[in-house]
């Protein structure tokens, strides 16, 4: 692969990981399996490290993904909620303590838990009582959900003994299988849409607004990470039993293990005996147990290096594929679904996968008829694997793939760089329509409240609106007679109009939609090019100069504004207010730490470690997780890891306190 083919290529990737994200952790309805997208990630990542130049600091490798509900208010986390890296095979997990060992010697030990299929939640407790719950969001910042997570039982609201003063408790809500099979029955009775399974059953009970109903639901919940400045212990798994004396909920199925080989013996164990358990689990995280040696091994942008997730095999179960329908994106993308014989699969009952796209059926030869072997990647989603043709019949015949969009009629078109054909009416075809307002209304694009699938669908059958302009139209007199609307509700979905005005103009280039431009394109277009304006009137040669933007960004941006109605579209948007030009950004402190990376350990008189970090940065500074032979300062404060002090003695690496810290500072 040469390096104009693997800028296609992930880019493409990055696009669909961000998709699957949404669907898993905004939409809380996962459309790929976890095997499936932790193939995807592994393939992006494949290319980003065969070319390191492709990487981008928004890449789904370097980030978490997203469940944040504007509903809820958002809190930052006074310590990012990372993500595991994981695996599915032994190999990695041998892999992963070589690493281990080539950086902290024989001497350590590994802690193994089982991994919960839930929510993640962090929970803040001061002194003694529990102030906040913050669910893991963006990794960054997450949905303040107290009121709900109070009506956990096993959750303590106060808890006794020696504890800090303050501290954070993470762990995994959860359905217990009782608690899911409850709700499902007393749904389907009273004519509601069972859950598929209990994960989507927790992520939808998380996010209600009604705190009562969440008590109803007969939640759980595990506990497995303590964070703070004055912790008990300097290993995790002491902390852990500490914490469960205190009262917390802590699983007694967690095992310290003196070598990868006991950590397969335990997960071989497990794969057979979770079958048994309440609830559902997924897989094992492995950590590293000395929290000094978690230091020294640091972090990436996006995982720990002292944690691997292993997960369980999949699940299969063979049936009949009854036929094959056709969805259209918000893109124009053509996605096939297979639809089943309903069949029993780890727990729930499938009625239909997806097939991703022609070249995924003619590679498994799939046809009506089919005896199909599926499978619950991850246990969540299901997948065609493969087709059992000893019971294929004389008179099957190839499927033939659809040549027009099955929503609008217009003739599919499929590019030689796309595995998926597309609908070109963007603006004629009814799906592309309704997806391109829902995305524009979205929290990373406009952040419009008030107007959902179903109010957009509603606004658009009774001719109110028929793309993104139209909304900036709307009155509250048009929606008061429609159904489901008060005026109320009225009101607040044209206060967020009108609100959305304010929006700032990156996020506006990002909402209208142009195909392959998102979020960080659009700022990096932004970057250089400061108007609407600027960005129409650019030629190809320009674009091609702007970081990250390849051939096909630049041939997109030119083919969207090329085209009338999109011009008049971005016109009427422009004339209804919204910004069309970039505003100064804020100018840093200075450039005294320029080129320097610090490595900030311990805690401190007159900063929290995030002020300082913050510090370093507004003054041209970088903040690197562990010491290496580039670090140009050590800034070390009380209780700062020995493991920190001993490296940076031995690599030479000049070590400060605060008072010289502050010193450098006001130089």
């Not at 829902?438 to 109010?455: P, Q, W």
């Amino acid at each position: 692969m040469n390096f104009t083919e693997a800028k296609i290529k992930s880019e493409k990737l990055r696009k669909i990981i961000e998709q699957h994200n949404h669907s898993y952790y905004v939409d809380a309805n996962p459309v790929i399996s976890d095997f499936e997208y932790d193939l995807l990630v592994k393939e992006l990542e494949k290319i980003e490290k065969e070319f390191p130049e492709l990487q981008t600091a928004d890449s789904p490798t370097q980030r978490t993904g997203n469940d944040i509900n504007n509903e809820f208010v958002q809190v930052k986390h006074k310590y990012p909620m990372l993500s595991l890296g994981n695996t599915y095979s032994e190999s990695d997990l041998v892999d992963f303590d070589r690493r281990i060992k080539k950086i902290t010697g024989d001497d350590f030990e590994y802690v193994c838990e089982l991994k919960f299929d839930g929510i993640s939640i962090s929970l803040t407790y001061k002194n003694g009582m529990l102030t906040q719950a913050v669910t893991r969001g963006d990794g960054e910042k997450g949905d303040e959900v107290t009121a709900n997570i109070r009506t956990i039982r096993n959750i303590p609201l106060k808890i006794y003994g020696d504890y800090p003063e303050e501290f954070e408790i993470r762990g995994e809500i959860f359905m217990p299988h009782a608690s899911f099979e409850r709700l499902n029955k007393e749904r389907e009775e009273a004519g509601e849409m069972p859950f598929a399974n209990p994960r989507n059953a927790t992520a939808g009970t998380i996010k209600l607004q009604n705190s009562s109903q969440v008590a109803k639901r007969g939640l759980d919940c595990f506990l497995y990470y303590l964070l703070g400045e004055n912790l008990p212990h300097s290993n995790h798994y002491d902390n852990l039993q500490e914490a469960k004396k205190w009262g917390f909920p802590i699983s007694q199925n967690i095992q310290k293990c003196q070598t990868i080989r006991q950590v397969i013996d335990y997960i071989n164990l497990w794969d057979t005996e979770r079958k048994k358990l309440p609830y559902d689990t997924d897989g094992v995280v492995i950590k590293v147990n000395n929290i000094e040696q978690q230091e020294e091994l640091g972090l990436t942008a996006k995982s720990p290096r002292w944690a691997i997730a292993y997960k369980f095999k999949a699940e299969q179960a063979t049936t009949k594929l009854l036929s094959i329908d056709f969805q259209v994106g918000r893109t124009g993308a053509i996605t096939p679904v297979a639809n089943l014989q309903p069949v029993l699969l780890a727990g729930t009952t499938v009625k239909r996968a997806s097939l991703h796209n022609q070249e995924q059926i003619n590679l498994l030869d799939i046809r009506t008829g089919d005896s199909v072997i599926v499978e619950k990647g991850g246990e969540i989603i299901p997948k065609i694997v493969g087709v059992n043709k000893s019971h294929r019949t004389d008179e099957s015949k190839e499927f033939e793939y659809i040549t027009h969009c099955p929503e609008c009629g217009t003739k599919l078109e499929r590019e030689e760089s796309e595995a998926k054909h597309f609908c070109p009416n963007e603006n004629g075809c009814h799906p592309q329509i309704i997806g391109k307002i829902e995305h524009f209304i979205s929290r990373k694009a406009m952040a419009i409240d008030g107007l959902g699938a179903e109010t957009i669908e509603l606004l658009y059958k009774n001719h109110l609106i028929a793309n993104v302009a139209d909304l900036y139209d709307l009155t509250k007199e048009q929606l008061l007679p429609l159904e489901r609307i008060g005026e109320k509700s009225a009101e607040n979905i044209i206060k967020s109009i009108e609100d959305s005005k304010n929006v700032e103009f990156q996020r506006v280039l990002f909402a209208i939609g142009i195909r392959f431009v998102g979020e960080t394109t659009a700022k990096k277009i932004v970057e250089k090019l400061h108007s609407i304006d600027e960005i129409m009137a650019a030629n190809y040669e320009t674009l091609l100069q702007i970081d990250e933007i390849g051939e096909r960004i630049a041939q997109s941006i030119i083919k969207y504004f090329a085209n009338q109605k999109n011009q008049n579209i971005v016109q009427r948007l422009r004339n209804a207010g919204l910004q069309m030009e970039a505003k100064e950004t804020l100018i840093k402190i200075s450039d005294k730490f320029k080129g320097m990376n610090f490595v900030v350990s311990g805690t401190f008189a007159s900063y929290s470690r995030d002020a300082l970090k913050q510090l370093i940065e507004q003054h041209g500074g970088k903040n690197v997780s562990a010491i290496s032979a580039s670090t140009t300062y050590l800034v070390a404060g009380e209780k700062s890891g020995q493991a920190k002090i001993e490296k940076a003695n031995k690599l030479k690496v000049k070590i400060i306190d605060e008072n010289k810290f502050n010193e450098l500072i006001n130089e």
